[in-house]
C-alpha cells in the first residue's frame, strides 16, 4: 500500500473549460421525471451504459434503476442495501457502492443480476472506475485505488469528505 500526501482541496470546486474547436460539445439533448421510474425515486447520480441506457441508484430504496436515455423501458435490479453510487467497471460489469456497509458489489449488466462484493473500508460512498481502476470513498476524508479484487494499491487522505469522485486515464483523482 502506498500513502500520498495528505490533499488540501475544498469541498466542492467548478473550473472554467475552454472548448477546442475540434472537440465535440455535450448538450441536454433529453430528461424525464423519475417518477416515470416509480414512487419516492430518488437519484442523486448515475452512469451512462452499453445501449444507450442509464444506470441510476435509488437512494431511497434498495434497487438501481436500468433504462433507455429518455426513461423508458425501465427495469430494476434489487439490492440488499440502499446503493449511494454508481459506475461502470467494463463493457459487462458496473460498480455500486453499498453506503455504509463497507463494500462495492459488482453488477453483471447483461443479466442484469448482482454479483460479487469487494470489502474495502467502513463506508463505500463516492466511485469511480477507469480502465480496470477503481476509486472509492471509504471512509471520511479517505480515498482508496484498489483493483477488482479488493487489493489497495494507494490510499489518499484528504481535508475534506469527497463524495463525487472522477479518475482520469492516468489514475488521477
Known amino acids: 500500500m502506498q ?5 488540501d482541496i475544498d469541498q466542492q470546486c467548478q473550473a472554467l473549460v475552454r472548448p477546442i474547436s475540434n472537440q465535440r460539445k ?17 437519484i442523486r447520480s448515475g452512469c451512462f451504459i452499453p445501449h444507450n441506457r442509464l444506470l441510476l441508484p435509488d437512494y431511497n430504496d434498495d434497487k438501481i434503476h436500468v433504462c433507455q436515455l429518455d426513461g423508458s423501458n425501465s427495469s430494476s435490479i434489487k439490492l440488499r442495501y440502499n446503493p ?4 461502470m467497471y467494463d463493457s459487462f460489469q458496473a460498480l455500486v457502492t453499498s453506503n455504509h456497509r463497507g463494500f462495492i458489489e459488482i453488477v ?9 462484493n469487494i470489502q474495502v473500508g467502513l463506508e463505500c460512498k463516492g466511485l469511480t472506475s477507469v480502465n480496470g481502476s477503481i476509486c472509492v470513498r471509504d471512509s471520511f476524508s479517505s480515498l ?3 483493483d ?6 494507494r490510499k489518499t ?3 475534506s469528505d469527497p463524495l463525487c469522485l472522477c479518475l482520469n486515464k492516468a489514475n488521477e483523482i
Open 157 to 159: 487522505l484528504t481535508t
Open 108 to 116: 453483471d449488466l447483461e443479466n442484469q443480476e448482482t454479483g460479487k
Open 84 to 87: 449511494h453510487a454508481v459506475s
Open 3 to 7: 500513502l500520498s500526501a495528505m490533499l
Open 144 to 146: 482508496s485505488m484498489v
Open 26 to 42: 455535450l448538450s441536454l439533448f433529453t430528461s424525464f421525471k423519475t417518477t416515470e421510474l416509480g414512487t419516492n425515486v430518488y
Open 148 to 153: 477488482i479484487d479488493g487489493i489497495e494499491l
